[in-house]
């Protein structure tokens, strides 16, 4: 399932490895090649660590497609020239999807999907995107609208989703809605698509309640057929990490999140039940651009993390997050594992398209600044 892509002049047949809008030799129209069965055709094997690779030794292993079009993988394994490589789909609980994405957002985001088994199309579909924090996409405090536009397009172009059973849902419980999203680009995206932006705020709630913890959850997640969250990954000085748990917050109400917001240590409880108050979720992780440091806003710094996960279980998608950026344990995380609703346990968890040692880095900690007022 591994991707190899070209784009293709269709007069000269020079290629490019990434997107180029027509021929710059002859102005003729590119196409984009795809292909998708490869062997080995060459390996290194690299005993010198640094920053982005500290994992040795590792192989880099150079993939060929019947085109002759070649790729190189990074990988724990060793493989002989000859081998066919390919990544299987898992459509399991335990299982992780992580692609790097290589300038095409569109090819990242449904190879991702589709190494999970891909998607079962409901009647409705809801996306959850993260736009808590007004900012332009590339400083990382939002979900990439260019996740949400390939998204979209896979839906819709290649599942047949109807635009109008589609709607983008997010609420904003410091400022006003439409300002929270207009510098994300995510209207433009929507507009192209004819979806429709749901503010979460003006639906009704229902209340459910889970041990000893009372929510007050927007009807709209109960009432989609397919609900597909989209977290842009970031590190968060009071949860941990923000990714898929966090961010279905802003589905409950602005009544239940200010009990909670208050104190922090029961709100990182009350996160661990939302796999038993919400109806089953696809988590599409956004490791474009994410954050590293004091996130999850201003303080933090952009990452540029180049991938895009996909998992059906939301202590899955964080446990790969955690253990792929080495960050620290996330308490709601491990209480969700205990109390049933997820593996916790790295070596338990499958990691389809790339392995975890192979992905596994340093970023920045969320540990805080005494130059930071009350969030340190
Ligand atoms: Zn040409």
């Not at 279980?313 to 709601?332: G, S």
Request: some cysteine; glycine content about 6%.
């Amino acid at each position: 399932m591994v991707r190899i892509i070209r784009w293709k002049c269709s007069k000269c047949g020079r290629k490019w490895i990434h997107p180029v809008e027509k021929c710059i030799y002859d102005g003729e129209k590119i196409a984009k090649v795809v292909t998708n069965k490869v062997k080995v055709v060459g390996f290194t094997k690299i005993f010198i660590p640094n920053p982005l690779h500290p994992i040795v030794p590792y192989n880099v292993i150079m993939l060929e497609d019947e085109l002759g079009n070649r790729m190189p993988k990074k990988t724990m394994k060793d493989y002989n020239i000859g081998d066919v490589y390919q990544d299987i789909p898992d459509s399991s609980d335990s299982a992780v999807a992580i692609v790097k994405l290589k300038y095409d957002f569109y090819e990242a985001v449904s190879e991702a999907i589709e190494l999970t088994g891909g998607l079962k199309l409901g009647k409705s579909i809801l996306i959850k995107p993260n736009m808590s924090i007004p900012g332009h996409s590339y400083l990382g405090m939002c979900t990439n609208p260019k996740v949400i536009d390939a998204l979209l397009q896979y839906l819709i172009k290649d599942k047949g989703a109807k635009p109008e059973s589609i709607t983008i849902a997010e609420q904003n419980f410091f400022m006003p809605f439409e300002e929270s999203i207009s510098k994300s680009g995510l209207v433009e995206v929507a507009k192209k698509h004819k979806v429709k932006i749901l503010d979460l705020s003006k639906t009704e709630f229902i209340k459910k309640k889970e041990r000893d913890f009372e929510f007050e959850i927007s009807k709209a997640v109960f009432d989609a057929g397919l609900v597909i969250n989209v977290p842009v990954i970031k590190t968060d000085m009071v949860l941990g990490i923000d990714g898929a748990f966090e961010n279905m917050i802003r589905f409950l109400s602005k009544k239940t999140f200010e009990k909670y917001s208050s104190d922090p240590q029961k709100a990182a409880l009350a996160l661990a039940v939302f796999p038993k108050v919400f109806p089953p979720f696809f988590t599409l992780g956004d490791a474009s651009i994410g954050l590293q440091g004091n996130g999850p806003a201003n303080y933090g710094e952009p990452g540029f993390f180049n991938l895009i996960l996909a998992a059906r279980n939301p202590v899955v998608h964080d446990t790969a997050v955690k253990e792929i950026f080495c960050l620290r344990k996330v308490p709601y995380v491990e209480l969700a594992a205990q109390l049933g609703y997820g593996q916790s346990d790295a070596s338990r968890i499958k990691f389809i398209g790339n392995e975890l040692e192979a992905l596994r880095r340093d970023i920045k900690q969320p540990i805080g600044s005494k130059l930071i007022g009350k969030a340190a």
